[in-house]
């Protein structure tokens, strides 16, 4: 039977500051002639001593301890316990737990983190991401500038812009400086400004379907694409910024620009404005030729809307 | 300081009158004599709220039978509301003051029925209007004044309304709604209802108040109470314009490269402007039409009956992409399109669609709010615009305030069929 035992003294953050591999048994204290010494003043010089049986069962001995040896959930270890493998015990102020050389260790991870990152942080992927920005950005502005378009109206525009994406990638930089020591400002401001890219003409498509079938279903479809636009950014973010693993990643950033917006609807429910509903209905218009717009017969159209209207407000006046 | 101001002005008016042209001066000693003779028929309307000390609104009632004064809807309608915390009061000009009681309404008019404990001789209610021209006296309370006697003359009907005005001369000033108008000869002509600045003042036909004394006598209306009174009587007056307007048609008007909607003059004021600035790289004409009738559905607001406007809007200059955007400006902007929020309304629900005008093709934007407290009656606002256009098109609003859905539909429906392009 395996009678090597692994025992793992664990720093501040619950990693392993240093790990002692030996066969059959280990005396663990302050003094020097342990197997394993701890430099903590809250441990005796002896001890306890950690052995396996023949079955493979791991004992910790406590051998009088002043402040008592504990197993997970701060139960008292006493004179001979049995733990199990990978259980945190705590004796003194310090934490250690035992492992056997059978013990297996979980799958490797996908370093799909790296990847993203290096994405991010290839040479010219900024002047790309900012070159894409620029352009994209140019011809939204001026398609949406009923007066005379200038350059001057441009560059004061995008140098609004640009001070607020060196804010926001600054942010997240300095986020990722104090989680991991680097800062990492290029990075994030390529996710930002991609992200932003992107999102143009995803905008577009959403307010072409909101202008050809006007109503509650492509306010969804608008609200989803916002939502999953907002979450790629975090994520992406939290990507370079952390190495929290990618599912959890997926699900935090999500809940993040989740509850921004849901933040947002009850700030909207609380103090209500009497135009609000009638605002949130006036949607956008593209120039689509009349032939290609579906439409509703007149007749249809105001028979649901006013059937719909009746019950809506039915229900208003009664709550 | 103050006193030698008010008699130098006096002197002035008295020294103006020695110099008038004789039937004016003749006008002027008629006025003393209908003073004399009426005053004593005429009070103050004040409505107090529930541990206020000062009345929040004052008006003027006068006798028009035993025991029975008219006035103003609009004067008395927080203590029809809101009886509980409003009440109201008349000051007699022997300086004695009664309980009143609203037993009546038309509200659509602005006319209320107040019953007083106490008698004084009724006025006549005149059963003919005068001849235009005709010299016309004024009895009432302008700014919490002591009563006062207005000289003007008869100028017969207003245009543009659903509910008959006649136009007055005389100055009419806040406070003396609900006052007597009358003929030399002390029959009522109509009651002080509105003003529109400079001697441009409306009286209630007289003839309506009769129409109201009838149903009162008639017991018309004595099983419910007077809010469902009014919002009966504003289902009835939707049933009959609308009727009107729809079965009539509603004609149109050239509008640009549009031909639009617009209104039959007896009801409906319209008028047209040209919105050109140069620094705008677009054309825009508005078209609007009104109806001068103000409704009170709500215990703060009065609202106009019916109204509509277009913007036809046109540019040689922005690319199709650039003249969408104006194009949505136009359409998303509310600014002072709608009545603020009010505890006597739901707020607005809205339902949109792109619908086939069969002329045209429009975007309709179709919201209404519900009255709670006359639950049959809602407002609406409709807003549309023409679809397909490159570089031109056409934005409106319609409203309709104290309607039954179903008759606003109706409306609607007539309404946007008008939108046509013209080749």
Redesign the interface.
């Known amino acids: 039977m395996d009678r090597v035992i692994i025992v793992e003294v664990l720093g501040r953050e619950g990693s392993v500051s240093h790990r002692v591999r030996l066969d059959g048994s280990a005396s663990v204290g302050r003094a020097y002639d342990n197997d394993v010494i701890v430099d903590d003043p809250f441990v005796d010089p002896h001890a306890l001593v950690i052995s396996t049986s023949e079955d493979g069962t791991i004992v910790v001995r406590d051998l009088g301890t002043t402040n008592g040896v504990f197993g997970p959930g701060g139960r008292r270890l006493t004179e001979s316990s049995v733990v199990g493998v990978g259980d945190v015990l705590r004796v003194g102020r310090t934490r250690f737990r035992v492992m056997l050389s059978s013990t297996p260790v979980p799958p490797t991870l996908d370093d799909e983190q790296g990847r993203l990152s290096a994405l991010a942080s290839r040479g010219l992927a900024l002047p790309i991401a900012l070159l894409a920005f620029l352009a994209l950005w140019s011809i939204t502005s001026y398609s949406n500038e009923i007066d005379d378009f200038t350059v001057a109206v441009l560059l004061t525009e995008l140098l609004g812009l640009l001070v607020a994406f060196a804010i926001w990638a600054g942010a997240w930089a300095l986020g990722t400086r104090l989680a991991s020591g680097r800062a990492k400002f290029g990075e994030h401001a390529t996710i930002a400004l991609a992200v932003v890219t992107a999102a143009m003409p995803v905008a577009l498509v959403t307010s072409l379907f909101s202008f050809l079938w006007p109503g509650d279903v492509t306010d969804l479809v608008s609200l989803a694409s916002g939502i999953g636009i907002g979450s790629l950014l975090v994520y992406w973010h939290l990507g370079v910024a952390s190495r929290i693993p990618r599912l959890r990643r997926g699900v935090v950033a999500t809940s993040i620009v989740l509850s921004l917006v849901g933040v947002g609807y009850l700030a909207g429910t609380i103090d209500p404005e009497p135009e609000a509903p009638v605002q949130s209905a006036l949607g956008a218009f593209l120039p689509v030729p009349a032939e290609l717009i579906p439409t509703a017969g007149l007749d249809e159209f105001l028979d649901d809307a006013t059937n719909e209207l009746a019950s809506d407000l039915e229900d208003k006046a009664a709550s | 300081m103050e006193g030698r101001r008010v008699a130098t002005l006096a002197l002035t008016v008295l020294t103006a009158a020695a110099r008038l042209p004789s039937p004016v001066a003749a006008q002027l000693g008629e006025a003393e004599a209908i003073f004399s003779r009426h005053s004593s028929s005429v009070g103050k309307v004040e409505v107090f709220e529930a541990g206020a000390g000062a009345p929040a609104i004052v008006g003027t009632a006068f006798f028009v039978a035993d025991g029975l004064m008219a006035t103003n809807y609009h004067v008395v309608n927080d203590a029809v509301y809101d009886p509980s915390r409003f009440s109201a009061n008349v000051l007699m000009s022997d300086g004695s003051r009664h309980d009143i009681a609203v037993v009546a309404v038309a509200a659509p008019v602005d006319l209320a029925l107040l019953s007083v404990g106490v008698n004084r001789p009724a006025l006549t209610l005149a059963d003919a209007e005068p001849e235009r021209g005709a010299p016309l006296y004024s009895l009432g309370h302008p700014a919490d004044l002591a009563q006062s006697v207005v000289v003007g003359t008869f100028n017969g009907p207003v245009q543009h309304r659903a509910s008959p005005l006649f136009h007055f001369t005389g100055s009419l000033n806040p406070g003396m709604s609900g006052g007597p108008t009358m003929t030399a000869n002390g029959s009522v002509v109509g009651v002080n209802v509105s003003t529109a600045g400079n001697q441009l003042s409306f009286l209630i036909p007289a003839e309506r108040v009769s129409a109201l004394l009838r149903e009162h006598g008639a017991g018309t209306g004595v099983a419910r109470t007077l809010l469902e009174q009014v919002e009966e009587q504003f289902v009835r007056l939707h049933d009959e314009f609308v009727g009107t307007l729809v079965s009539d048609g509603l004609p149109s008007t050239r509008l640009g490269d549009f031909e639009v909607p617009t209104g039959l003059d007896r009801y409906l004021d319209c008028s047209a402007t040209r919105i050109d600035d140069e620094?705008?790289?677009?054309e825009a004409l508005r078209h609007q039409c009104e109806m001068s009738d103000y409704v009170f559905t709500t215990q703060h607001e009065s609202l106009e009956l019916l109204s509509f406007t277009h913007f036809v809007i046109d540019s040689d200059e922005?690319?199709?992409?650039?003249?969408?955007?104006?194009?949505?400006?136009f359409?998303?902007n509310?600014d002072g399109w709608?009545p603020?929020?009010t505890d006597d309304t739901?707020?607005?629900?809205?339902?949109?669609?792109?619908?086939?005008?069969?002329a045209?093709?429009?975007?309709?934007?179709?919201?209404?709010?519900?009255n709670?407290k006359l639950?049959s009656l809602?407002d609406v606002?409709v807003?549309s615009?023409v679809?397909?256009g490159?570089r031109s098109g056409v934005v409106s609003t319609l409203r309709i305030s104290g309607s039954p859905?179903?008759k606003?539909?109706e409306l609607?429906?007539e309404y946007?069929?008008g939108f046509r392009w013209i080749e």
Do not use: M
């Open positions: 620094d705008d790289l677009y922005l690319s199709p992409f650039r003249f969408q955007t104006l194009y949505e400006q359409f998303q509310l709608l603020g929020s739901t707020d607005y629900s809205c339902e949109r669609g792109n619908v086939d005008g069969g045209a093709k429009l975007r309709v934007v179709l919201c209404a709010r519900k709670t639950p809602h606002f807003r615009a679809l397909g490159a859905l179903t606003a539909r609607i429906a946007l069929q």
